[in-house]
């Protein structure tokens, strides 16, 4: 498996980006500051686990939730 660049993988701004994932900033009240460097963190979770594992078991992460070929994409079924 080949490892996205950090910059696509924690990209939220992405096309096709999976419903159900959820990530800190989601739940932050301020508007986009461009002064201030983005962080990055990682700290990604699915609604339908609750953790950072998705139904299928791959991580959770805009990477692998942008894609709409991932079986669990926008249902958190996995079959």
Known sequence: MMMLPDH?????TCEGLCPALRWKQ???GVAHDPSVPATNDGLF????TQ????PDGM???PGN???TSRV???TGKCG
């Open 8 to 12: 696509e993988r924690f990209d939220t």
């Open 26 to 28: 989601q739940f932050i």
């Open 45 to 48: 979770w699915c609604l339908h």
């Open 51 to 54: 953790t950072c594992i998705g």
């Open 59 to 61: 991580l959770a992460e």
């Open 65 to 67: 939730c942008s894609s």
């Open 72 to 74: 669990c994409h926008g």
